[in-house]
């Protein structure tokens, strides 16, 4: 038979291949008219070469034997027979649209001779095995990815109760329920000679209800009370020159010493504020509470920004970055400074200072059914639109959010990936302040209980404003042992 024009004539120790033989009808025209599955089939051919391209590397690596050579040229014979003359010939051109130049059109035909030469088929070995070599690099990221994203945060979570020379905690929870008891049945002792300040956390600018009840409830019992206006979404370092000057602030007006207590990311950048600057607030500052804070850091915000994961190939941290960056208006930094990584760096370097009296509470979500299903905390909260209403004034949509079915989730997450009990979004590990009083109340309580409002609440529990009130009663106490240690040590 004779030879079409364009179609060499196969040799009869050829395989035949019925996908080759179809490539003279329908498929070359839809390949080549349509360059989406043009750039397919080259990704695919390229895929093909490189992980066959694996296993034909791993063959050459036996021990050397008289037959060696002639094994691997077997190997890269066939090999070769599978994926093309190379991985070179397989990759597609600058325009996309077609196979590269010294790749016969795919409806073609294969032609080779099986019967090169050794230093051609040494060179082919070469090449092969340079490829072999980048896909298993390849391979090997991937699998590395894959780890980091499966271990996740499980050797960061509790890391300060591991490292050295950090200083004990001490149990307050039997003293802080029998504080508690006696503020519901309305016995208050907080001292009206001091002005509490409440430093709200990540998101707060946008929760219009955020310790709104707690302060309404210290200026009723007619104790000076301020919620801090900070921005909440700013880096922790930020927060804590603008909380310095707040303090200071506070403190020159009414020459009373300041109280604080902050909830979640507020407790850190308090305790930043008093690590980077307690030279200049140390006469200024009577103690500092930190509730559901993440003070050794957060696996959420770990989890969701470490890089080298899958998560990278979806691109998480850029979606974060747009909520974060662009709705919400904050700064990256905020979520940033909350990682295992960055609190690391940050206590290494800062500590608190040891005659600060320290009170860090923390709870544990429930992550029952009912939880999951039922409406028993909500969230109001106001997220900025994208039109302003007038100069200067950008509007706001109201939303309410099942926040407490939200918690429940992320802590049954926490539990069922790392085996750790959190309030939704901060470990209980993680919340232990080093050197301070402890408190672990064994009521069901989730990250946002201490500042969002409840549909249920039961009136024998003591809500937000009187556990608050509860902590810092509490750390009063705590501060009037640790000034009687320090003078019993002074004389």
Known sequence: MEEEPGHPRRSSEEPTTPFLSLNDGLIPQLFTSVPSLNEAASYLSQSTSL???????????????????SHEQELTTFSSTLNGDSLDS???SSSGSHLATNTPPIHAGVTRNSSKGPSQNTSALVQSNNSGQSGFSMFQGLIERARRTVRGSADDIGWLQRASGMPSVEDG???FMEILDNIRHGLHKLPNSMVYLLVPGLFSNHGPLYFVSTKTSFSKMGLACHIAKIHSEASVEKNARELKEYIEEIYWGSQKRVMLLGHSKGGVDAAAALSLYWSDLKDKVAGLALAQSPYGGSPIASDILREGQLGDYVNIRRLME?????????????????????????????????ELPVVSFHTEAGITPAVLATLSHVAHAELPLMAPLSAGESPKLPVVIPLGAAMAACAQLLQIRYGEKSDGLVTCRDAEVPGSTVVRPKRKMDHAWMVYSSLNGDPSDGDASQVCEALLTLLVEVGQRKRHEFAMKDE
């Open 322 to 354: 747009i909520i974060i960056c662009k709705v919400i208006k904050g700064d990256m930094q905020a979520l940033e400074d909350l990682t295992y990584d960055r609190r690391k760096e940050f206590l290494t370097k800062h500590h608190l200072p040891s």
């Open 51 to 69: 992980f066959t391209s694996c296993f034909s590397d791993y063959s050459v690596e036996y021990p050397s034997s008289g037959d060696s050579v």
């Open 90 to 92: 397989d990759l597609p």
């Open 173 to 175: 929870t039997g003293r």
